[in-house]
């Protein structure tokens, strides 16, 4: 209807998934290079999740799109299958007729399908789509089929696809197996408002508009609240906001457009609560004014001197001896045993005056690594650019043989000094250069590189620790747990 009015050749804001209109940013583009990645070289099962309308299934759908030519994928866009559908559903994806088999054949015929295609050079991959709504007893067949295997090759890959009650369900006791299985785990996060402009305007112009912006930033901002940045009710916003302006015959988006699409779509805004970061940060500020006081009147009760090693120590310092840590250096913490999980340490450490390393259960929740195990790993030099030094302790961090995990923010397939010297220097600017880490990973005849964020050893603090990095880390990439050793 508005389409002429707009210059439009096709409407852009649809909610059914056309791969034409992927956007890229709000991690995006990275969730689908790293699945890329992960489907071509990892072998555990991979966890994709996101709100209701944040996008999973037009990343599924680009996958399929973009998936080298070695690698067959098989969609099930269907989750509530019984087991033996679901293994019907598999096999006829591997073009096997098997209709009316007992299912211990169908499930060797599988195997030989599956062996055949690796003796090709082929690698299956399974899709699965809304996975949340997949019964337990077809979750773990799926979990019985990604154990099949030829030497030390796994012949079948595994992508759930899932609202956050995936997660649920995969915490539940009697789906641990196919938990520890899982070798990555992204979500998708909300369109930030700052992005949300480039969006809306990247749709526009996929749709064939040329013209200037035309939402107002007051429009931007009540599409954003009104939305939570769930790509689906953005687009249904929008799509009505222009409606409501093709109406008034303008070209421009304004609030009382937005409202009139609210009130047409029955969407109100939620009631905004303290944001989570002002508490956590008032909380802090109360921990360390009380940690001042307390420093004072040791002080005082010891005549007025103030006792040395009680000292509050940023991350990465060693709290009882920090002068001893020059510019060039800085501390990386011990590790103790964890899985596939990283931690943000957003707290300082403290030693008592008598230098006893504090035990586990007195430190803070994020600062629980065994400070009496800490080492210096040198990392700089003056004449060296960013890239080598971070480069270099990425290099020293992974011969640590105690280290475990890191927050990995992004892989490229190629390595490329200048553009990475770029994401430090901003790095540096934001204060936490040194807890940038670079891994080189060569893969298929290139050097790749990992672009890596602290290192770390609970694995139980992890998943909520990663949305405590820095905002534009949030915003910009897909940050996911790595590990470099079990």
Same mark, same amino acid.
């Given at each position: 209807? /508005?389409?002429? +009015?707009?210059? @439009?050749?096709?409407?852009?804001?649809?909610?059914?998934?056309?791969?034409?209109?992927?956007?890229?940013?709000?991690?995006?583009?990275?969730?689908?290079?790293?699945?890329?990645?992960?489907?071509?070289?990892?072998?555990?099962?991979?966890?994709?999740?996101?709100?209701?309308?944040?996008?999973?299934?037009?990343?599924?759908?680009?996958?399929?799109?973009?998936?080298?030519? +070695?690698?067959?994928?098989?969609? $099930?866009?269907?989750?509530?299958?019984?087991?033996?559908?679901?293994?019907?559903?598999?096999?006829?994806? $591997?073009?096997?007729?098997?209709?009316?088999?007992?299912?211990?054949?169908?499930?060797?015929?599988?195997?030989?399908?599956?062996?055949?295609?690796?003796?090709?050079?082929?690698?299956?991959?399974?899709?699965? !789509?809304?996975?949340?709504?997949?019964? =337990?007893?077809?979750?773990?067949?799926?979990?019985?089929?990604?154990?099949?295997?030829?030497?030390?090759?796994? @012949?079948?890959?595994?992508?759930?696809?899932?609202?956050?009650?995936?997660?649920?369900? $995969?915490?539940?006791?009697?789906?641990?197996?196919?938990?520890?299985?899982?070798?990555? +785990?992204?979500?998708?996060?909300?369109?930030?408002?700052?992005?949300?402009?480039?969006?809306?305007?990247?749709?526009?112009?996929?749709?064939?508009?040329?013209?200037?912006?035309?939402?107002?930033?007051?429009?931007?901002?009540?599409?954003?609240?009104?939305?939570?940045?769930?790509?689906?009710?953005?687009?249904?916003?929008?799509?009505?906001?222009?409606?409501?302006?093709?109406?008034?015959? =303008?070209?421009?988006?304004?609030?009382?457009?937005?409202?009139?699409?609210?009130?047409?779509?029955?969407?109100?805004?939620?009631?905004?609560?303290?944001?989570?970061?002002?508490?956590?940060?008032?909380?802090?500020?109360?921990?360390?004014?009380?940690?001042?006081?307390?420093?004072?009147?040791?002080?005082?009760?010891?005549?007025?001197?103030?006792?040395?090693?009680?000292?509050?120590?940023?991350?990465?310092?060693?709290?009882?001896?920090?002068?001893?840590?020059?510019?060039?250096?800085?501390?990386?913490?011990?590790?103790?045993?964890?899985?596939?999980?990283?931690?943000?340490?957003?707290?300082?450490?403290?030693?008592?005056?008598?230098? =006893?390393?504090?035990?586990?259960?007195?430190?803070?929740?994020?600062?629980?690594?065994?400070?009496?195990?800490?080492?210096?790993?040198?990392?700089?030099?003056?004449?060296?650019?960013?890239?080598?030094?971070?480069?270099?302790?990425?290099?020293?961090?992974?011969?640590?043989?105690?280290?475990?995990?890191?927050?990995?923010?992004? /892989?490229?397939?190629?390595?490329?000094?200048?553009?990475?010297?770029?994401?430090?220097?901003?790095?540096?600017?934001?204060?936490?250069?040194?807890?940038?880490?670079?891994?080189?990973?060569?893969?298929?005849?290139? !050097?790749?590189?990992?672009? @890596?964020?602290?290192?770390?050893?609970?694995?139980?603090?992890?998943?909520?620790?990663?949305?405590?990095?820095?905002?534009?880390?949030?915003?910009?990439?897909?940050?996911?747990? /790595?590990?470099?050793?079990?």
């Amino acid at each position: 209807m /508005y389409l002429e +009015h707009f210059g @439009l050749s096709e409407p852009p804001f649809r909610i059914t998934p056309v791969t034409e209109f992927f956007f890229s940013g709000a991690n995006r583009g990275e969730i689908l290079d790293a699945l890329i990645y992960s489907i071509s070289e990892v072998e555990g099962i991979i966890n994709v999740s996101g709100e209701v309308g944040s996008g999973k299934t037009m990343l599924c759908r680009m996958l399929l799109k973009k998936l080298p030519p +070695h690698i067959e994928p098989i969609y $099930l866009a269907n989750p509530s299958l019984s087991r033996e559908e679901m293994l019907y559903a598999i096999a006829d994806g $591997l073009g096997l007729n098997i209709e009316g088999e007992r299912v211990g054949i169908i499930m060797q015929s599988i195997q030989n399908k599956l062996e055949e295609k690796a003796r090709e050079g082929k690698r299956i991959v399974v899709l699965v !789509d809304e996975a949340h709504a997949m019964p =337990t007893d077809t979750l773990e067949e799926l979990r019985l089929l990604h154990n099949l295997q030829v030497g030390n090759a796994k @012949l079948l890959q595994i992508v759930l696809f899932g609202q956050p009650e995936l997660n649920a369900k $995969l915490d539940q006791p009697n789906m641990r197996q196919m938990k520890d299985r899982i070798a990555h +785990h992204f979500h998708i996060q909300p369109l930030s408002r700052n992005i949300l402009e480039n969006y809306l305007m990247f749709r526009m112009r996929a749709a064939g508009y040329h013209g200037p912006d035309i939402f107002s930033p007051d429009a931007l901002k009540l599409i954003a609240r009104a939305s939570n940045g769930l790509m689906r009710r953005v687009n249904i916003l929008a799509d009505k906001s222009l409606l409501a302006a093709f109406v008034e015959d =303008t070209h421009n988006i304004e609030v009382r457009h937005v409202q009139a699409a609210m009130r047409d779509s029955e969407l109100k805004i939620a009631p905004r609560m303290p944001d989570k970061k002002l508490l956590l940060g008032g909380a802090a500020t109360a921990v360390i004014l009380f940690a001042v006081a307390a420093w004072w009147m040791l002080g005082t009760q010891a005549g007025g001197k103030r006792p040395d090693a009680a000292i509050s120590a940023p991350r990465g310092e060693t709290a009882s001896h920090p002068s001893e840590l020059s510019k060039d250096e800085v501390h990386v913490p011990g590790y103790g045993n964890s899985k596939i999980e990283a931690i943000n340490n957003e707290s300082a450490a403290q030693h008592p005056a008598d230098n =006893t390393p504090p035990s586990k259960d007195t430190l803070p929740a994020v600062a629980q690594a065994p400070l009496e195990q800490a080492t210096h790993v040198k990392t700089t030099t003056q004449k060296s650019s960013l890239f080598e030094q971070r480069l270099a302790a990425g290099r020293q961090l992974r011969e640590q043989k105690n280290a475990v995990a890191s927050i990995q923010l992004f /892989y490229k397939a190629e390595i490329d000094p200048k553009r990475l010297e770029g994401f430090l220097l901003r790095a540096k600017s934001l204060g936490v250069l040194s807890e940038i880490y670079l891994l080189p990973v060569p893969a298929n005849g290139k !050097d790749g590189i990992r672009v @890596l964020y602290g290192a770390y050893s609970s694995a139980d603090a992890a998943k909520n620790a990663i949305r405590d990095l820095p905002a534009r880390y949030q915003d910009t990439f897909a940050a996911t747990a /790595y590990v470099f050793r079990e």
